[in-house]
């Protein structure tokens, strides 16, 4: 019943995956045959997510439901799937770590204490929807296959540059947020988890598109790799 009730919601855009889309069936076999494959972990809301990016991507069912299993036995994913407390909090340490680097104002506002100006956010409810769902849950299917790419190459540090890269573009939007700090705090855990605050209105992705086009996404997420600052300013990286 979950899977074929987060079906009806996978990339809405395309109408391929709800009732009577084409690949809608497909959809669900495979998920169903995850999670036989792996009943410890069951349907975990993004595994719908995930294999429909492959779907759109390959054409045999059995190729993708190998190519999802693969993907989602990796120690990152596989730790987020599970729940394990050592791989989640390392990754949200490391992640948390490069945005301090990278956008120190950022990193101050999300993380800081409320008598600092702060959110007093923690690491779970800033990363955890992006890195569980492998930014399924925000980023357009463009941006979405190309970090998949560098991920398949360059193994789960792109996870945790990835999501701080988009935390980077999403800054300005996210620091002019209104309201009182209780009203602040719940616009930006929406926002970078499920929506619908700070999303596209027909499409739920997130509005990056004053950072520029993939390609220069693409470099900010690169130089979360490196350790100069990166200053932005719009439409440059």
């Known amino acids: 019943a979950d899977i074929e ?14 009732r009577n889309g084409p690949m809608r069936q497909d959809l669900v076999d495979i998920c169903q045959a995850y999670v036989c494959y792996r009943n410890d972990v069951g349907f975990v809301y993004g595994i719908q997510l995930m294999t429909a990016l492959l779907l759109l991507q390959l054409e045999n069912p059995w190729e993708i439901f190998i190519c999802l299993a693969n993907c989602l036995n990796r120690a990152t994913p596989a730790g987020f799937l599970i729940c394990d407390p050592s791989v989640t909090g390392r990754t949200y340490v490391q992640a948390a770590d490069v945005l301090a680097v990278k956008a120190p104002q950022l990193w101050q506002y999300l993380f800081g204490m409320a008598q600092e100006g702060g959110l007093g956010l923690i690491g779970e409810e800033v990363f955890e929807p992006m890195l569980r ?5 925000g980023l357009d299917l463009e941006r979405l296959v190309r970090v998949w790419d560098c991920w398949a190459f360059e193994g789960d540090r792109m996870l945790v540059r990835a999501a701080a890269a988009v935390l980077s573009c999403l800054e300005g939007q996210i620091l002019t947020f209104e309201g009182d700090h209780t009203t602040r705090k719940r616009k930006v855990i929406e ?5 619908p605050v700070g999303r596209r209105e027909k499409t739920g992705y997130w509005n990056l598109e004053q950072v520029g086009d993939v390609d220069a996404f693409m470099k900010v997420v690169k130089s979360m790799g490196r350790k100069e600052k990166v200053d932005q300013e719009p439409n440059q990286v």
Do not use: S, Y
């Not at 769902?133 to 849950?137: D, K, V």
């Open 5 to 18: 009730r987060d079906a009806d919601a996978t990339f809405p855009e395309l109408n391929l995956f709800q």
């Open 191 to 195: 926002m970078l988890g499920w929506g």
């Open 133 to 137: 769902t492998l930014f399924a849950n």
